[in-house]
């Protein structure tokens, strides 16, 4: 791990930097990407180790803010995002700051973000994950029905599949399902898994459980137990 495994674009804006600072800071935010899903507090830690090198770069608050979402402290998490806004004058992070209010408890404040010229200027995708942002924060106020509403777009009936495909459809089936209206969210459970090419939603297993199955796992001792008392059981 040599720190040039980062974006050309991030690496462009290290070059403010000393060289040998900028070599420290890129390897700190290599490790963040690579960690994130993997060992999200490590990767929270490499990410304030590279805060206190460089937090005047862009990019920097940027990894610090997914770094502090991954461990959940969404406070920190959204002034991290508001600063690299700040600095960058993107509108890419918008979703995820709304997102950050939701966990914060301000379903509220995120429904008003929705409405806001920003997202606008979102591209496809992210007006997507504003839209998935806005229902979970329908279902946070109570308003389940509203959620299902909030989903419905020409991105959820178009039969093209994305990479947020298969997470738009899982949602709508979700939600779906939190109004009672169980053999439509089956159908879209399953039109999720058909789309879910990367594992990203664990929609087999709502089918599953929309279906009575019941996994079990055949290295249980228990179970082996159970088995073995039923075949017993049969000779006697």
């Given amino acids: 791990m040599t720190g040039e495994e980062i974006d050309r674009s991030v690496r462009q804006e290290l070059m403010s930097l000393p060289k040998t600072l900028a070599e420290d800071v ?9 960690l994130l899903d993997e060992n999200p507090q490590r990767a929270y830690e490499y990410s304030r180790t590279a805060l206190r090198l460089a ?12 770094a502090a979402y991954g461990v959940a402290k969404y406070s920190e998490a959204l002034n991290e ?22 966990g914060i408890g301000r379903p509220e404040r995120a429904l008003a973000m929705a409405g806001e010229p920003e997202v606008k200027r979102l591209d496809r995708a992210g007006q ?3 839209r ?9 106020l109570g308003q389940p029905d ?3 509403v909030t989903l419905q777009s020409s991105e959820l009936s178009s039969t093209a599949v994305h990479p947020w495909t298969a997470r738009l459809r899982y949602a709508y089936a979700d939600a779906l399902l939190s109004v009672g ?6 159908e879209w459970f399953a039109k999720a898994l058909e789309a879910d090419q990367g594992g990203t939603t664990n929609a087999s297993d709502r089918l599953a459980e929309l279906d009575g199955i019941e996994f ?6 228990e179970l082996d137990e159970e088995l073995d008392r039923g075949v017993t059981g049969d000779r006697d």
């Fill in 26 to 34: 890129a390897k700190n935010l290599v490790m963040v990407a690579k």
């Fill in 55 to 66: 937090s005047r770069v862009g990019a920097v608050r940027e990894a610090a803010g997914f």
């Fill in 81 to 102: 995002f508001r600063a690299a806004k700040r600095m960058t004058g993107s509108t890419h992070l918008w979703p995820i700051m709304a997102d950050c209010e939701r």
């Fill in 128 to 130: 997507v994950e504003m």
């Fill in 132 to 140: 998935l942002v806005a229902a979970g924060a329908r279902r946070d």
């Fill in 146 to 148: 509203a959620a299902v």
């Fill in 181 to 186: 209206r169980e053999s439509e969210a089956r």
């Fill in 216 to 221: 079990v796992d055949a290295l249980d001792p």
